[in-house]
């Protein structure tokens, strides 16, 4: 069983920071890609940045500048620094990670965590 738990979600004025953790934890051997992902009320959940093992990241274009992507491997974390928050920054951000469960076949599956609010409004 893992399990992708997030927290650092809350309510910010615009222009202002907030940092998401995401930690997994359960029977994993490693984690290959992580990610953020948002869904705004009315939208479909969008990417917002993804990170690989070796460090390698890709961000949407529109938080590109403004948000930072990182991970800790040996504490299986992947965080999202936000900065200059802007309204429609608003929605429920979502980590995932794509989990080896299995050593020998490698065998990985894709896990979603329960969503953190972000709102941005004065």
């Known amino acids: 069983q893992v399990q992708l738990v997030e927290s650092g979600g809350g309510l910010v004025q615009p222009g202002g920071s907030l940092r998401l953790s995401c930690a997994a934890s359960g029977s994993i051997f490693s984690i290959a890609t992580m990610g953020w992902y948002r869904q705004a009320p009315g939208k479909q959940r969008e990417l917002v940045a993804t990170?690989?093992?070796?460090?390698?990241?890709n961000y949407a274009s529109s938080v590109k500048a403004r948000f930072t992507i990182s991970r800790d491997n040996a504490k299986n974390t992947v965080y999202l620094q936000m900065d200059t928050l802007k309204p429609e920054d608003t929605a429920i951000y979502y980590c995932?990670?794509?989990?080896?469960?299995?050593?020998?076949?490698?065998?990985?599956?894709?896990?979603w965590g329960q969503g953190t609010q972000v709102t941005v409004s004065s």
């Open positions: 990170i690989t093992t070796s460090g390698s990241t």
């Open positions: 995932n990670g794509r989990v080896q469960i299995k050593l020998v076949p490698a065998t990985y599956t894709n896990y």
